[in-house]
Antibody, heavy 120, light 113 residues
Framework: EVQLVESGGGLVQPGGSLRLSCAASGFIFTNYAMSWVRQAPGKGLEWVST????????HYADSVKGRFTISRDDFKNTVYLHMNSLRAEDSAVYYC?????????????WGQGTLVTVSA | DIVMTQSPDSLAVSLGERATINCKSSQSVLYTSNNKNYLAWYQQKPGQPPKLLIY???TRESGVPDRFSGSGSGTDFTLTVSSLQAEDVAVYYC?????????FGGGTKVEIK
């Protein structure tokens, strides 16, 4: 059974940093791209970032480029999202999602999400 | 960037009746080299993460009831729930994966009439 468990969310001041983690199990982690998708309260879904499987590249939404960094540890079956220079508009539930293949595509499994609140 | 536009924003359908949701992309998401449409549909119930329903525009994810179907090609797509059940009350999203950035439609809220 595929499981994705996010952690690391919380309250942070504007300009601060946070690192989200997503522990994955139930599939061959290294073979798949992994993504982060966020949802502001009462709003729709916004793709944030994807890291390809098999040592592939990284991709970012323009809204987070230069501030967020996605990485993965294929030995720990974990994907991370390092978030710097956080803004109020980054407040959202952040979902970790497994892509359907080794490159960015649809998301066939999702975690339960971790809430990030950026506020003074 | 490819903009995904869903319609309607919300709809109310009687139990057992058909629900139809439309999704239009600002440019084609059909990859001619493999004749695949890079389009997915998700269902999100309150307090839950999204759930994949359909990918490649018309391939139903394993375990998804066959009352859910996807159709369309190029820039115009449809998600149909053939006979709405109470458990289908949710917000539905389309998403393209043709290119970066990946983008979602704004969502369609489906309720019982």
């Amino acid at each position: 059974e595929v499981q994705l468990v996010e952690s690391g969310g919380g309250l942070v001041q504007p300009g601060g940093s946070l690192r989200l983690s997503c522990a994955a199990s139930g599939f061959i982690f290294t073979n798949y791209a992994m993504s982060w998708v966020r949802q502001a309260p009462g709003k729709g879904l916004e793709w944030v970032s994807t890291i390809s499987g098999g040592g592939g590249g990284t991709h970012y939404a323009d809204s987070v480029k230069g501030r967020f960094t996605i990485s993965r540890d294929d030995f720990k079956n974990t994907v991370y999202l390092h978030m710097n220079s956080l803004r109020a508009e980054d407040s959202a539930v952040y979902y970790c999602a497994k892509d359907g293949g080794s490159s960015p595509q649809f998301f066939d499994y999702w975690g339960q999400g971790t809430l990030v609140t950026v506020s003074a | 960037d490819i903009v995904m536009t869903q319609s309607p924003d919300s709809l109310a359908v009687s139990l057992g009746e058909r629900a139809t949701i439309n999704c239009k992309s600002s440019q084609s998401v059909l990859y001619t080299s493999n004749n695949k449409n890079y389009l997915a549909w998700y269902q999100q119930k309150p307090g839950q993460p999204p759930k994949l329903l359909i990918y490649w525009a018309s391939t139903r994810e394993s375990g998804v009831p066959d009352r859910f179907s996807g159709s369309g090609s190029g820039t115009d797509f449809t998600l149909t729930v053939s006979s709405l059940q109470a458990e289908d009350v949710a917000v539905y999203y389309c998403q393209h994966y043709y290119s970066i950035p990946l983008t979602f439609g704004g969502g369609t809220k489906v309720e019982i009439k």
